[in-house]
Structure formats: structure tokens, C-alpha cells
T-cell receptor
Framework: GQQVQQSPASLVLQEGENAELQCNFS?????MQWFYQRPEGSLVSLFY???GTKQSGRLTSTTVIKERRSSLHISSSQITDSGTYLC???????????FGTGTKLQVVP | EAAVTQSPRSKVAVTGGKVTLSCHQT?????MYWYRQDTGHGLRLIHY???????EKGDIPDGYKASRPSQENFSLILELASLSQTAVYFC???????????FGAGTRLSVL
């Protein structure tokens, strides 16, 4: 079954609101990575975060391995944050990553 | 900035035909991957490779072959394209001791 589950599947925010995106995994992992997919389809890496908390600007990622979850917090959302956010889990062997189904975010004025 | 180039960017193929998707990276990365993306499924791993002349099966390899003739190039081959293989295909690369995946722009494949 699906080893990486993301929630919510979709989210609409008013500009300026905060959001918390969740990623849960069902097996032990080696690392967790967050990606942003632009509306036109291209993918960029946001965070590599195997454990603990990392921040970059308005984005904060927190991974708690014991609880098998990772979250991505977006503060003061902007219209340009619209797109799909994907988490990817790397298993112990460290050879490849499995992706969640994504959270589609729309930020409106 | 790591560079991964996919070609073609889009393709229309006929059922039963052969399709080859190409990926080229200029970063001297060891690992290369092929993922497909369908609505509601996120990205799913088809094949990957960690060294030239060797490929490994991912989670959904059926109906696909892969070829890694050199460190820079990684191809995905659909010998007999089927309607169910209509999707967007992404190639990615990663260095041996690096954690970040670098993606190509994707190839939109439509099988009719």
C-alpha cells in the first residue's frame, strides 16, 4: 500500500494566512525531502530534512522520525506560493525516494 | 545549478508503437531516475540506475525498459506503448553523497 500519505489533498488560503501540510510514512525511513511543483509542472527541492526542524524564509520543515511524520509550515502565504507540495521518503537503503500524492495549494487575494 | 535535460518535451504516440524518452545530465551524478506522474498518484518510480550500464527496477517497471549507456544519459523505453502509459514523465539525478534530487522539466506523453 501507499507508504507516504499527504494531507490535506488540497487547500485554499487567503493571502497572508498560514498553512500546515502533513506527510506521514508507514515504514522506517532514512530521510525526508519536500518539493514544490509549480503550476506549469517543474519541480524544485525545498528541504532535505531527515530529522528535526529546518527553516528557509517563510517555510519551516519539521520531521519527527519516531512519530513517522513530517510537516511543512508556510507562514504569511503569498499568491506565488500556489502550486503542489510533495514530500518524498528515502528508505534505509538510500537508493531512491517514494513520493506522496501531494497537497495542491491555492492562495487567493 | 544542476542541469537535467529531457527530450522530447511532449510526444504523441500510437498504441503498440515504440517510444524512447531521453534524459541527459551534466552534473556528473551517479544516480538517475525515471518517475511518472498521474493525477492522484504523485510521482511513482519506474526505473533507476546508480552506475553506467546497469539499471534497477523501481515500483512500477512493467511495460518499461531503461538504458544507461553512459553516466550522463538515461533512457526510458516503451516497446509497445499502451493507453495506460499516458502520463508526464520526469527524469531526475542525484550525486552519490548528496541528498537533493534535481529534476528535468518533464515529458508529456499521450498514447492514442
Amino acid at each position: 500500500g501507499q507508504q507516504v500519505q499527504q494531507s490535506p489533498a488540497s487547500l485554499v488560503l487567503q493571502e497572508g494566512e498560514n498553512a500546515e501540510l502533513q506527510c506521514n510514512f508507514s515504514t522506517s525511513l532514512n530521510s525526508m525531502q519536500w518539493f514544490y511543483q509549480r503550476p506549469e509542472g517543474s519541480l524544485v527541492s525545498l528541504f532535505y530534512n531527515p530529522s528535526g526542524t529546518k527553516q528557509s524564509g517563510r517555510l519551516t520543515s519539521t520531521t519527527v522520525i519516531k512519530e513517522r511524520r513530517s510537516s511543512l509550515h508556510i507562514s504569511s502565504s503569498q499568491i506565488t506560493d500556489s502550486g503542489t507540495y510533495l514530500c518524498a521518503m528515502e528508505r534505509n537503503s538510500g537508493t531512491y525516494q517514494r513520493f506522496g500524492t501531494g497537497t495542491k495549494l491555492q492562495v487567493v487575494p | 545549478e544542476a542541469a537535467v535535460t529531457q527530450s522530447p518535451r511532449s510526444k504523441v504516440a500510437v498504441t503498440g508503437g515504440k517510444v524512447t524518452l531521453s534524459c541527459h545530465q551534466t552534473n556528473n551524478h551517479d544516480y538517475m531516475y525515471w518517475y511518472r506522474q498521474d493525477t492522484g498518484h504523485g510521482l511513482r518510480l519506474i526505473h533507476y540506475s546508480y552506475v553506467a550500464d546497469s539499471t534497477e527496477k523501481g515500483d512500477i517497471p512493467d511495460g518499461y525498459k531503461a538504458s544507461r549507456p553512459s553516466q550522463e544519459n538515461f533512457s526510458l523505453i516503451l516497446e509497445l506503448a499502451s493507453l495506460s502509459q499516458t502520463a508526464v514523465y520526469f527524469c531526475a539525478s542525484r550525486g552519490l553523497s548528496q541528498n537533493t534530487l534535481y529534476f528535468g522539466a518533464g515529458t508529456r506523453l499521450s498514447v492514442l
